[in-house]
């Protein structure tokens, strides 16, 4: 029977867990839970990937940290494979518990007694998907948040069990909403799991489950178009896009017929004196891009085949054409 049909209490160090995960910000809900005690049986992870200019295989961040733990570890290429699915069973977990993973298929993650736990980055129902932690500072999001819930057939649609607010501050980017969500969500969860094995945690549905009419954010996966600046917006819908992307995968623009990624700017509130997406500089120590209500001054960028610099190191560096 599953959890939300039964109030039956146990000690959550006796619960045999799997973990699934394959980024850094996996490693902290995997860490919280090995330092509260919990007894997590295996990991499942990424294969092993190229990367870097040798192609070396590189391992996924989860698994680095389960070698140093001696947590078992597990790698299937298809999650479907008869033989991932044996050893999943053979290890007779009581939860499995998901952060920062891929789509699990129903045989999965319907396999231990008290189901799936998944560690989502925003306050569900809003933002279900691939970027939420993007989307929401992309579209202006003063309040985001952590919900741990129940998985089911429907991507982020499961039961709620529990969620916790983060503010986004205006100097934040996704880098650092992402560092301090991964904190907030390793915290949260070893509370969730706690609460499961107590039976005191209780799920409950996401409203626009239970017919509730609600407006939806969404945060469908980041592909480059996503990424490329429209000037002919405010100049704070531009601000947000740069903060949203920053510091991957980098909003974009063109200058001088270059791709120009920028991973931090300035607002200037005027009324500007070019088109849209024109720029002036001094080229010493400034560039701007006008937008419909002002500009935005660069102060972190990288161009097309160089480094990320500041804006000054830039400056210096490089030659604009004779016309500007």
Not at 46 to 73: F, H, N, T
Not at 208 to 223: K, M, N, V, W, Y
Not at 270 to 293: I, M, V, W
Request: hydrophobic residues 40%; contains cysteine; aromatic residues 8%.
């Amino acid at each position: 029977m599953k959890s939300n049909q039964t109030t039956q209490k146990t000690d959550y160090h006796d619960l045999r867990i799997i973990f699934m995960g394959t980024p850094e910000f996996a490693v902290a809900s995997l860490n919280a839970l090995v330092l509260a005690g919990c007894n997590v049986v295996a990991v499942v992870t990424a294969p092993d990937k190229p990367a870097g200019r040798g192609m070396q295989l590189q391992e996924p961040a989860v698994k680095k940290y389960a070698k140093s733990k001696d947590i078992p570890v597990l790698q299937p290429e298809k999650l479907r494979s008869p033989e991932f699915i044996d050893n999943l069973r053979q290890l007779k977990a009581d939860l499995q518990v998901v952060v920062a993973f891929r789509m699990l298929p129903e045989i999965v993650w319907n396999m231990a007694p008290m189901g799936t736990v998944n560690v989502h980055g925003s306050l569900l129902p809003q933002y279900r998907g691939a970027a939420p932690i993007n989307w929401a500072i992309i579209n202006g999001e003063k309040i985001t948040g952590i919900t741990t819930f129940k998985l089911k057939h429907e991507i982020d649609t499961g039961n709620i069990l529990l969620q916790e607010k983060l503010a986004i501050n205006e100097d934040d980017n996704a880098g650092t909403v992402h560092d301090r969500m991964k904190e907030l969500g390793a915290r949260l969860l070893v509370e969730t799991v706690i609460g499961l094995a107590s039976g005191e945690l209780k799920e409950k549905p996401q409203p626009d489950q239970t017919g509730e009419d609600i407006s939806l954010h969404h945060a469908p996966r980041i592909f480059t178009e996503t990424c490329r600046i429209n000037w002919k917006q405010s100049i704070e819908n531009c601000h947000n896009l740069i903060r949203g992307l920053s510091p991957y995968p980098g909003a974009f623009t063109e200058l001088e017929g270059k791709t120009l990624k920028i991973f931090a700017a300035t607002k200037e509130f005027t009324h500007p004196l070019g088109l849209p997406g024109s720029f002036e500089t001094d080229r010493k120590t400034y560039l701007k891009f006008a937008a419909t209500d002002g500009y935005l001054h660069l102060t972190d960028l990288q161009l097309q085949g160089k480094k990320r610099l500041p804006i000054g190191d830039f400056l210096r560096g490089y030659r604009f054409s004779d016309n500007v």
